[in-house]
């Protein structure tokens, strides 16, 4: 959550030859609403039935592709078999000063109903960061680094994984 996954889909597009998907964008265009709202009015169970909706689809329709995740989309049983598994790490305190000091920063704050809570998002940051660096097949940490740099050293890792 906030660590700059579509900034950083952003910037490798440009980079590339690559196009850029979100699976939360693709959720949000199925259901017609907000994940804020899906949350909010179906929550987090119904959310993740559709991640898991969106993983098959993906496994079958697109190659070659940026996909930006949610941060659950992880545990989907056939994310290995989507593509090559990019880590983006920070820490909590990062990924909070990233947000905080953007220019929309309560747009971004408000847009991610899991850190309206920053002790309970702090604990899931806790969960999660271990199973990340399982589930990945490349790690770049992107705390405190100019975006330009990050995509270099994605293309890199992903040219020398191929």
């Known amino acids: 959550m906030g660590v700059g996954k579509g900034t950083v889909a952003r910037a490798l597009v440009k980079a590339s030859d690559y196009f850029a998907i979100d699976t939360d964008d693709l959720i949000e265009s199925i259901e017609n609403r907000r994940v804020k709202k899906i949350f909010e009015e179906e929550g987090e169970p119904y959310f ?3 991640e898991k909706r969106c993983a098959l689809w993906l496994e079958k329709n697109v190659d070659n592709t940026i996909i930006s995740t949610g941060g659950g989309f992880f545990r989907q049983e056939n994310i290995h078999t989507i593509g090559t598994i990019i880590y983006l790490e920070s820490s909590f ?8 000091s953007s220019p929309n920063a309560k747009a971004k704050l408000k847009k991610r109903p899991l850190l309206s809570n920053l002790v309970e998002a702090k604990k899931l940051y806790n969960q999660r960061v271990e199973d990340y660096k399982k589930v990945s097949d490349i790690t770049v940490n992107v705390e405190n680094k100019y975006i330009d740099l990050v995509v270099k050293e994605i293309l890199g890792k992903v040219n020398e994984n191929n």
């Open 93 to 100: 305190e990062g990924i909070l000063n990233r947000i905080n």
């Open 48 to 50: 993740r039935s559709l």
